[in-house]
């Protein structure tokens, strides 16, 4: 290893401990291990610091994201918007280096990472993107896709099981493109992994079908790891993990031990460190020029591909006139015009049909015209509709099953890494729309996942069905209760649970045009008439008066299933002399993002409301004064036995009604919108 080499990871690894220490707060030994790696790994890397979303980059994830502090001295290092200044404020308030690395704070990270497992998740969903944009797109001569996905991991990422449910995936995808190294530094917060990690990774992966290589000093022989990168690429039929032998913390007095996994070093650990190194023991965040000039040499030389690609893409587009304009398209993160024409409606004549298979006629219509939408499912293709007739499958070729070019993701039963890798294939950006369809149950399998598509922004629609009991004689362990409430009180997710064909439209319609927020779409798996009122535009605004009356005495609110239920109540209830009207709350998400003056036109003051929802009821007090729900595990039965013992019928609903207008008569109600801030 030349000098510069030395001097420069050198620089990395003490940017790291200044920054940590300067937080008084953060993880040095990560850094310190694996600044050699990184150096040599950038080294080879295609980028642009000044244009961070250019397609062909190679991406980098740092899945061991307490390691961030790495990430922003490479970032600082290699010119991206991020100074030293930055780092000086790391972890602290309103800063552009928070505690772990940020999709949406941080030029130059490409995931948010931090949960143990996620990253190298998301890595698979960057590379399953890669090879579906490349094969779809790229033409003899014009390679406009061939960028690769590395990633660094830990021992925790190993542990989690989503990493290994992804990589299993990734194995079987034979996904070349994708470069991992392990930090095994058998290390991690209790002590030695002995304690609790003593499986033959190694064996593991080669299970697999990764390829994998071993180096043996990650400390310091960087021609090593450079030689496994090139090694690596030339392995173009399987992802390959290099296992990196490092010492957590190298350099620190407390080097190999968990005393530097996640505490700043000491003053004099410090001041050894640096004095060791050839560094001035009282200067912080130092970068000797000549580590400056090298890096800024490289940026340079990596500006000239990413011009050689800019002329390569030009004369694409001169060539393929069609398809250069379908690209820029989607680098410009437009929908094709006019899309949503494609988007069925229905009339009330039309049939009751399930919402499962309203679901599938939409994806039919619009995957033939919106080229960007992939997805896939859980292994529950055939009873959750995802797959759209005629649909190629994303396969390796040589296994027979599909394409590259492929739209269809077989998923296996991997609904936690299913997550992450949407998350990835949204992530690597050209305007991918990507779904995954799951019992709604599983989504909670996979809320890891979920929530950092809300995090960070990852615009994905899990495709839901066997939305409440009415999936029958599945029973409770099928059965949603909590699931709604849970997404729906988290930040940034729209939870969708459509009561018909124009609202499942309306679903879609939302989930395709959104650039920054995860969609759940709850479907059932009974049939749901056709509701007379029902449109696309009226459902958008995530809930409508679908019943309406002149002074109502009472307003049922209710979604999915139970809308078309609380229609029949009326009926009933007019035969008690009741006046009431019916909402439609498809969407609390979009209604909650609507003016107060049109909520209020919906729920209004002066009328006691009810809601109806065949799951728990926890956040409808939100909308209503009263809940009518399920706050218990449903049983295993038919549906209509099920939903006939636990009351969900006209006559049951309209009973909750009339105690709802009794309880309230005389009193003055105020809309439960109607609040002080
Ligand atoms: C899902 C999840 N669980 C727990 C944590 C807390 N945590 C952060 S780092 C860490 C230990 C990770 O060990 P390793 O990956 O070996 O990192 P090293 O100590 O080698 O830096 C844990 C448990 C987390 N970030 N994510
Ligand atoms: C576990 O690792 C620690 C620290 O490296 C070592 O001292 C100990 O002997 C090991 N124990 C076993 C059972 O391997
Ligand atoms: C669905 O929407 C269309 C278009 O707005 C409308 O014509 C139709 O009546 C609606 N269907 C139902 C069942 O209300
Ligand atoms: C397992 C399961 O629910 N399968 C169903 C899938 O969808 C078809 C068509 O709607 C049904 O016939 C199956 O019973
Ligand atoms: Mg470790």
């Known amino acids: 290893m030349s000098d510069l080499d030395q001097q420069s990871i050198n620089t990395i690894r003490l940017l790291a401990v200044d920054a ?14 694996l600044a050699p790696a990184a150096h040599a790994l950038w080294k080879k890397m295609n980028f642009d610091p000044k244009d961070t979303k250019w397609i062909n980059r190679d991406r980098f994830v740092l899945s061991n994201g307490h390691a961030c502090a790495l990430l922003y001295a490479l970032l600082v290092l290699y010119g991206f918007d991020l100074t030293v200044e930055d780092l000086k404020q790391f972890r602290q308030l309103h800063s552009k280096t928070p505690g772990h690395p940020e999709v949406l704070d941080v030029p130059g990270v490409e995931v948010t990472t931090g949960p143990l497992g996620q990253g190298i998740s998301n890595a698979v969903g960057l590379a399953i993107a890669q090879a579906q944009f490349a094969a779809t797109y790229n033409k003899p001569d014009f390679p406009i896709s061939n960028s690769y996905t590395y990633a660094f991991l830990g021992d925790g990422c190993l542990q989690e099981g989503v990493s290994s449910e992804a990589s299993s995936l990734a194995g079987h995808l034979q996904l070349g493109n994708l470069i991992a190294f392990w930090d095994d530094n058998k290390i991690s917060i209790d002590g030695s992994t002995n304690v609790s990690f003593t499986e033959d990774v190694v064996a593991r992966y080669k299970a697999y079908d990764w390829h994998v ?35 957590i913390g190298f350099g620190s007095l407390n080097q190999g031990t968990h005393g530097v996994h996640g505490a700043p070093l000491k003053a ?44 390569l893409f030009a004369a694409y587009k001169e060539k393929y006139p069609e398809l250069g304009a379908e690209v820029q398209r989607r680098l410009d993160g437009k929908l094709p015009e006019n899309w949503a024409d494609s988007l069925p409606t229905y009339t009330p004549a039309d049939p009751a049909v399930a919402t499962r298979k309203l679901s599938e006629t939409v994806l039919s219509k619009i995957t033939a015209v ?83 598509a809300a995090l960070s922004h990852h615009a994905v629609t899990w495709v839901a069905t066997h939305d409440s009991i009415g999936l029958g004689e599945d029973g409770p362990t099928h059965q949603p209760i909590e699931t709604l409430a849970h997404f729906r009180a988290t930040p940034n997710i729209a939870v969708w649970r459509p009561a018909d064909g124009n609202e499942t439209s309306a679903a879609y319609k939302s989930a395709i045009e959104s650039t920054t927020t995860p969609h759940i779409l709850a479907l059932t798996r009974q049939n749901l008439p056709q509701l007379e009122g029902s449109s696309i535009e009226k459902a958008s605004k995530g809930g409508y008066t679908l019943v309406k009356q002149e002074k109502p005495d009472v307003i049922i609110v209710a979604s999915g299933s139970e809308v078309a239920l609380a229609v029949d109540a009326v009926k009933v209830l007019e035969g008690s002399g009741i006046k009431a ?50 706050n218990r595990f449903g049983a295993s039965g038919k549906a209509s036995d099920l939903f006939k013992y636990f009351g969900f019928t006209p006559e049951g609903v309209a009973d909750k009604a009339i105690k709802t207008v009794e309880f309230y008569k005389g009193k003055s109600v105020l809309s439960p919108l109607t609040k002080a801030f």
């Not at 940590?20 to 291990?33: D, E, I, R």
């Not at 039963?413 to 305007?431: D, K």
């Open 581 to 630: 009207g019916v909402v439609s709350l498809p969407d609390h998400h979009t209604f909650d993002s609507q003016p107060l003056e049109y909520r209020l036109s919906v729920l209004p003051d002066g009328v006691p409301i009810l809601s109806v929802e065949v799951m728990s009821t926890f956040g409808w007090s939100k909308y209503s004064h009263e809940q009518f729900g399920l």
């Open 213 to 247: 290589l071993e180096v043996a000093n990650g400390d310091s022989d960087i021609e090593a790891i450079s030689k496994a990168i090139d090694e690596a690429k030339k392995v173009t039929n399987k992802p390959t993990l290099i296992r990196l032998t490092t010492t």
């Open 20 to 33: 940590v220490a300067a937080a008084n707060s953060g993880h040095p030994g990560a850094p310190m291990g």
């Open 370 to 452: 919106v080229p960007e939408i992939i997805g896939g499912s859980a292994d529950l293709t055939p009873s959750n509709l995802t797959r759209t007739p005629g649909a190629i499958d994303f396969q390796p070729p040589s296994t027979g099953l599909g394409e590259y070019s492929g739209r269809y993701i077989r998923y296996g039963v991997r609904e936690h890494a299913m997550g992450s890798i949407m998350n990835g294939i949204h992530a690597f950006g050209a305007n991918y729309k990507n779904y995954g369809g799951t019992f709604l149950n599983f989504v909670s399998y996979a809320a890891g996942a979920v929530r950092l």
């Open 268 to 311: 004099d650990d410090i001041k050894q460190v640096k004095e060791k190194w050839g560094f001035n023991p009282e200067e912080k965040f130092a970068i000797p020029s000549a580590v400056a000039e090298s890096y800024a040499a490289q940026v340079k030389k990596n500006q000239k591909v990413h011009e050689e690609w800019n002329s």
